[in-house]
């Protein structure tokens, strides 16, 4: 595996934040009325949590979608994973308090929704594994069946798509500072992530499991054990990015239109494509989509008209820019591949 292309991208785009941020402080340095220094002055520590806030469903998608495609098991169907775990944890916490939880009800509806993820995997992993289903189709399967069960149990239980709105998980007291618990998971969650693909063994079975397969299967290593692994990570991640999104920002599931997860899914998808199945990088890309989310709402504040429809479509056109004049991603040589123990 070559790892001469990661660092050129790596060196490429440090030297264009350089320029950006150089270009951005000399605008504020030397025409301070002007709009675009209004725009620099939005960046700050309140803007920094909102941003954290706004990337968490997209940064869990990302590690939970980087952890079943090295595997081998191509996972589209993040999308619906966090659809069903955000409706999940509003449904749980609120129908065991009567509509009023507490924070021990809250953290209950959160480790359901995961548990609901992770299920819903799991669903789909013995499809694709054991029935050697095609990953692609089964992963739209996943996400429209969410689109769909998550609002129609919605009007079952609250007569609409859309839930009464609960209380959100309190944040974290470090007696320096307050953190909201889904940020903090996901501060822990992406190094720890990085850690165990690159550090352990179980990371270098992830590895052989999406790019040789056969090679595992050879040293004794089962490999259907190994990409069961990836895709229920896949569905513990998107459970904690779904939960959080709707207990640590939300306090509602909206079940109109795309439902709240609204793209967050397949952002994520692009996201680890950017960062090229680097748990780090996968970061700093949901962190930069997300930074972009919540400077439109910045600039809306302060008066300045831009369509979110074209925030949302930067994402993707970021991932072809950087894949046409930065570097190619590598898709591992198994993804989508089935694989049967024995075979030649």
């Avoid at 402080?25 to 002007?34: D, G, I, K, N, R």
């Avoid at 352990?200 to 050879?218: H, Q, V």
């Avoid at 569905?235 to 795309?258: D, K, P």
């Amino acid at each position: 595996m070559s790892y001469a292309e990661p660092s050129r991208k790596q060196r490429w785009l440090a030297g264009a934040a350089v320029l950006i941020v150089a270009a951005l402080l000399a605008v504020e340095l030397f025409f301070p009325e002007s709009p675009v220094s209004e725009i620099v002055r939005i960046v700050d520590a309140n803007y920094v949590r909102s941003v954290l806030r706004l990337a968490v469903p997209i940064a869990f998608a990302a590690l939970g979608g980087i952890f079943a495609e090295k595997s081998g098991v191509i996972n589209i169907g993040l999308e619906g994973l966090l659809i069903i775990s955000a409706f999940t944890s509003i449904a749980v916490a609120g129908t065991i308090s009567g509509g009023n939880p507490t924070q021990l009800q809250l953290w209950i509806g959160f480790f359901a929704a995961v548990l609901a993820s992770v299920l819903f995997a799991l669903l789909f992993a013995v499809v694709c594994i054991e029935f050697k289903a095609d990953q692609i189709i089964a992963g739209l399967a996943v996400w429209l069946i969410a689109l769909g069960v998550a609002p129609f149990a919605s009007k079952v239980i609250w007569g609409q798509v859309n839930s009464p709105p609960v209380a959100t998980l309190n944040n974290f007291d470090f007696v320096v500072f307050e953190a909201n618990p889904p940020v903090v998971m996901m501060l822990i969650s992406v190094p720890a992530a990085w850690w165990a693909l690159n550090r352990t063994a179980f990371g270098r079975w992830i590895e052989a499991s999406g790019e040789n397969p056969k090679a595992l299967d050879t040293v004794g290593v089962d490999v259907r054990k190994v990409r069961y692994s990836g895709v229920l990570l896949s569905g513990f991640f998107s459970g904690l990015g779904g939960a959080g999104l709707a207990l640590g920002r939300v306090g509602q599931f909206i079940g109109g239109g795309e439902t709240m997860i609204s793209g967050r899914g397949w952002i994520g998808i692009t996201a680890y494509l950017f960062g090229n199945y680097n748990p780090l990088g996968a970061f700093g890309a949901s962190f930069l989509f997300a930074s972009l989310d919540a400077l439109q709402i910045r600039l809306q504040q302060l008066g300045y008209s831009i369509p979110s429809e074209l925030i949302g479509i930067i994402p993707y056109v970021t991932v072809i820019v950087v894949l046409a004049f930065v570097g190619r991603t590598r898709i591992p040589d198994a993804a989508g591949d089935h694989y049967e123990s024995g075979e030649e």
